[in-house]
Every structure is written in structure tokens, then in C-alpha cells.
């Protein structure tokens, strides 16, 4: 590893993740004030963390491994936030809590 | 209020100072960087970082302590059984507190003998206090867990956090016994260690507080036992399964079998999940309550817990826990940027919050709010951003001059940390170090201050 690419591919896995909690920051922001723009805005935010992801697999010196296991986390951030908001409602549906 | 509670209120108080004095010695480390000859002969860097360090576990440690016995007989319904050793204890440990710290300050270090061990310094990094502390702190916890259990057993009564809190009360009180345990091989010795630092002060330790956290959930938003234990359960399953593996980032390169690197690279990589799943709950919550409560400090910190603990966390441990990138990065100032905002978003914001509960029902207010609650808020965070981003600065420069550049030489060390990216991130860290403690002050100010009479919002949440 270059020292290059050991900045450049530290600062992908931590945008990976920033766009990864974006999504689920904007998505679940967007579910609860009813905004279907910051919903949209959330998805963008996975696309840019998936985009990230093959990036950091095409681009930088990090083993076979590890790269396919952040591919396959591009993967499961997707459904985090609406499976996450799915459970919620339901364990909070029986308090009248909603937003 | 209960006896217990009155108890806490002293535990608070002490965790408040402790905290205090932890900022000190954190902007006295931060000045050695800035100017290295800074008290030569007279008070050495070692001494003020181990200050820092264990002054953070312990107040941490106090608060904890201090939130368990204030919600102990609200859980049970009925006063700690034994409150009069839990309160010989409290003293006992500020006793041991002050003791420790004056020899760490006037003594500093000894010969390498066995009454340096027992009297001055142990010498264990994050457990520095000498021998004799460390038996008086596992005689608190062993009084802590004898509290909590015979309380139960009293009570005839057991919830499913108090089942959680009880079993977390094992490996708080066996896996402290590990601070006395020492090895002659480096490797060794750090293994074990190890466990002490991530298995009791990670994982333990983030159970007791998802346990205290689910008591102040159902207090200041109402929300359902049903919920916050359902929440506790899954939490404690993570920790299980997730949790006690990513101990293996910390055994890449103490000589440990080359296995660790694939066993804590990838359970290490799993920690972002379930902390993205918090955020979205913390929305959630928000959003059910839209921002209304009682209490809106307690609020505003039990919600900032969860972004902070996924940023600090998450996104900052993530950058740098896939071994090829951590070769580089491990003991810079990079680690140091992970370390303090992991541990201010994982503790201390919901460690805050808990003091506003306890400063809400001791002044009778019904709704808390006001200004200075706000100037704590926002100082005390954009201190601490501004901390990390500095130390993220200068680790980075570590990293690449020092390490990857430099090859890990002490020539090379040297020349990283005279490198003006380091140097700015140094003075960048002092500067929001100052605001920080800008902030404790504002938070002590508002928590020792009586509330202003504020007339209550409609749609407050009922405490459960």
C-alpha cells in the first residue's frame, strides 16, 4: 500500500459509511416528518455509499476479502433503514406512538 | 426520594468533579505536544495522560454506579437493600479516588519493586492505580452487585432489565479481576489485557449503560418496558455475537496468530450496522414525540447519543479497523481521534443526560429547559468535534510520513510530529479543547442552578 492509497482508502471507508448512515438518517428523518423528498434523498445517499463501494473495490490495494464484505455491506445498508422502520412501527403500534 | 437516590445524587456529584478534572489533565497532555519541554523535571507527560485516561474511567464508572442506585428502587419499588455498605463504599472509593491521585501527582513512579506495585503505579496502561486501589475498587463492585441482586431478591421481583443488569454483573466484577494479572511475555500480557480494556470497559460497560438507558428512555419519553427491553435484548445479542470478536482489531500486531487480523477485521466491520439501526430508532422516537418531553436536556443528549456513537464509532472506527489500513494508523493520534469521540458519543452524552433526569425530579421542575442547558450542549459537542478532527488530522500526518513514509524509524516519528499538518491538528485540538471545558463549565453551571419556572408544553410524554 502506497501512503497515497492508505489515505485515499481510509477516507472511501469512512464516506462509505457517512453515506451509509445518511441514508439512514435521511430516510427515516423523511418516514417521520412525511417527506417523501428527504425518502429520495436518503436512497441517493445509498447509491453514493454503493458507488463508494465498488470504487473501494476497483481502486484501492485492500485484499479480495475485505472488499467483497464491504460490497455485500453496500448491500445490507439497503435494507437497514426501512427494515428497522418496518420493526419499529410494529413494536410501537400497540403504544399509539407514531410519527 | 429514596436513600438510594440520595446516594446517587453524591455519586453524581463526585462522577461531575472527576469529569472536571479529567479536562485538566487532557488540556495539560495537549500542551505537552505543543511545547515538549513543558514542566521538564517537574511533572512528566505520562503522569498527566494516565490522569486523563483514569479519571475518564472512573467518573464514567461513578455515574454508572450513580444511575443504577437512583433507578434501582423506581424499578423494584422498594429501597437497595444494604444501603449502609453502598454508602460506606462511596466513600471509600472517593477515598481511594483522592489517595490514588495525589501519589500519581506528587509520587508519580518508583523503582521497579514490588511497593512501586502495590503503592504507587501497577504500571497497566488505563489501570495505573497501584495495587492496593485496585482491591478497593473490586470491593465497590462486589458491594454494587450485592446492592442490586439482594435488592432484587427482596423485592420478590425481577424485570428484563434488571435480569440483563444482573447478568452484566458478572464480567463487571470478574473481568476487573484481570487488572491484576501480569505476564512476563509482552504478547501475553497484552492479550489478556486486552480483554480487560474491551470485554469490560466496551462490552461490559455498554450494557450497563443499555440497561441505565432504558431506564431513562421509559422516564423522560415514556416509552413501553415492552419496547426498551425488546431494544436490550437485541442489544445484548449483539454484543454477544458481534461485540466480543471485534475484540480481535486490538490483536493485530502483538504477536498474536495471524487469524486475529481476519477475525477482527471482519466482526469489527459489522459494528456500523447495528449503530445505523440506532440512529433510525432515535429518529423514530424523535419523530413519535416530535421533540416534545419533559425534559428537553435529557432529550436532546439521549438523541445526540445515538448520531455521535455511529459517527465517533462507526464511521471513525471504520476508517481504520481493516488491518492493511490499521498496520499504519494503530497508536497515532488517529486512534486517539476514534478513541475520544467513541467514547464521548457511546457514554458520555447518555451519561449527561441521566444528571438532567436526576437535576429534573431533585428541583421539582416539570419541564426543564432554558438557555444554559444549550451553550453546555453546543459547546461540549463542537469542542469535541473540533478535538477529533484536529487529532484525525494529525494522526493522518502520522500515518503517512511517519509510517508509510517513514518506514516507523524514530527519525521518522520525529519528523511526523514536527510536520506542520501534525502541528496545526495539535493547535486545532487544544483550541476546541478550551471550548470544550467552555462547556463543562456551562453544563456544571446549569446543573448546580435551580430551573426557571417554565410553563409545561401540552402533549407531555407520561413517565411510564
Not at chain 2, 253 to 259: D, H, S, V
Not at chain 2, 292 to 295: A, G, V
Given at each position: 500500500m502506497t501512503p497515497e492509497s492508505l489515505l485515499e482508502t481510509a477516507v472511501l471507508l469512512g464516506l462509505f459509511v457517512l453515506a451509509g448512515g445518511g441514508y439512514g438518517g435521511l430516510y427515516s428523518v423523511g418516514r417521520a416528518a412525511g417527506r417523501p423528498a428527504l425518502i429520495r434523498a436518503g436512497r441517493a445517499c445509498w447509491v453514493g455509499a454503493l458507488a463508494i463501494a465498488v470504487v473501494i473495490a476497483a481502486?484501492?490495494?485492500?485484499?479480495v476479502g475485505w472488499k467483497l464484505l464491504i460490497l455485500v455491506s453496500a448491500l445490507v445498508y439497503a435494507v437497514i433503514p426501512p427494515v428497522t422502520w418496518r420493526y419499529l412501527e410494529r413494536t410501537h403500534s400497540d403504544e399509539g406512538l407514531r410519527p | 426520594m429514596y436513600r438510594s437516590q440520595r446516594l446517587s445524587l453524591r455519586y453524581y456529584a463526585a462522577a461531575v468533579t472527576l469529569f472536571g478534572v479529567m479536562i485538566v489533565f487532557g488540556l495539560l497532555s495537549a500542551l505537552y505536544y505543543l511545547y515538549?519541554?513543558?514542566?521538564f523535571n517537574v511533572f512528566n507527560f505520562s503522569t498527566s495522560k494516565i490522569m486523563h485516561i483514569d479519571t475518564l474511567v472512573i467518573w464514567l464508572l461513578m455515574a454508572f454506579l450513580g444511575a443504577v442506585y437512583w433507578y434501582l428502587p423506581k424499578e423494584l419499588g422498594r429501597e437497595v437493600e444494604g444501603m449502609w455498605l453502598a454508602e460506606l463504599t462511596f466513600w471509600v472509593f472517593c477515598a481511594v479516588v483522592i489517595v490514588v491521585a495525589a501519589v500519581f501527582i506528587f509520587v508519580q513512579y518508583g523503582p521497579a519493586t514490588d511497593f512501586t506495585l502495590w503503592f504507587i503505579n501497577q504500571g497497566r496502561k488505563y489501570v495505573e492505580a497501584p495495587r492496593w486501589a485496585t482491591i478497593g475498587i473490586v470491593v465497590v463492585m462486589l458491594v454494587f452487585a450485592y446492592n442490586v441482586v439482594a435488592t432484587c431478591v427482596k423485592a420478590h421481583r425481577m424485570t428484563g432489565i434488571m435480569w440483563v443488569l444482573a447478568l452484566d454483573l458478572i464480567p463487571l466484577v470478574l473481568v476487573y479481576l484481570d487488572a491484576f494479572s501480569y505476564d512476563r511475555n509482552m504478547s501475553t500480557d497484552l492479550y489478556w489485557w486486552w480483554w480487560l480494556v474491551h470485554?469490560?470497559?466496551e462490552s461490559t460497560w455498554e450494557v450497563l449503560i443499555g440497561c441505565v438507558m432504558a431506564l431513562v428512555l421509559m422516564d423522560v419519553m415514556g416509552t413501553s418496558r415492552r419496547i426498551v427491553e425488546t431494544w436490550l435484548y437485541i442489544e445484548v445479542m449483539l454484543v454477544l455475537g458481534a461485540g466480543i470478536l471485534g475484540l480481535g482489531h486490538h490483536y493485530f500486531?502483538?504477536?498474536?496468530?495471524?487469524?486475529w487480523l481476519s477475525i477482527g477485521g471482519f466482526f469489527s466491520a459489522l459494528e456500523p450496522l447495528p449503530l445505523l439501526g440506532m440512529v433510525i430508532h432515535a429518529v423514530y422516537d424523535a419523530g413519535a414525540h416530535r421533540l416534545?418531553?419533559?425534559?428537553r436536556p435529557a432529550f436532546f443528549w439521549i438523541t445526540t447519543e445515538a448520531f455521535l456513537n455511529f459517527i465517533g464509532a462507526g464511521i471513525w472506527g471504520f476508517m481504520m479497523t481493516l488491518p492493511q489500513i490499521n498496520l499504519f494508523t494503530h497508536g497515532t493520534q488517529w486512534t486517539v481521534s476514534h478513541g475520544h469521540f467513541a467514547f464521548y458519543g457511546a457514554y458520555v452524552c447518555g451519561v449527561i443526560a441521566v444528571f438532567y433526569v436526576a437535576k429534573q425530579k431533585t428541583s421539582g421542575a416539570a419541564y426543564l429547559d432554558g438557555k444554559a442547558w444549550k451553550w453546555a450542549y453546543g459547546l461540549l459537542n463542537i469542542g469535541m468535534v473540533g478535538m477529533v478532527m484536529g487529532l484525525l488530522l494529525a494522526g493522518m500526518a502520522q500515518a503517512f510520513f511517519?509510517?508509510?513514509?517513514?518506514?516507523?524509524t524514530l527519525m521518522a516519528f520525529t519528523t511526523a510530529s514536527e510536520n506542520p499538518w501534525f502541528v496545526s491538528g495539535m493547535y486545532a485540538r487544544m483550541l476546541f479543547g478550551l471550548m470544550f471545558a467552555a462547556g463543562y463549565v456551562a453544563l456544571v453551571y446549569d446543573l448546580v442552578t435551580s430551573p426557571r419556572r417554565i410553563a409545561t408544553p401540552a402533549l407531555q410524554p407520561e413517565p411510564a
Open positions: 481502486a484501492t490495494p485492500l485484499g | 515538549p519541554s513543558l514542566l470485554m469490560w470497559v500486531w502483538i504477536g498474536t496468530p495471524q487469524y416534545k418531553t419533559t425534559n511517519g509510517r508509510a513514509i517513514g518506514g516507523s
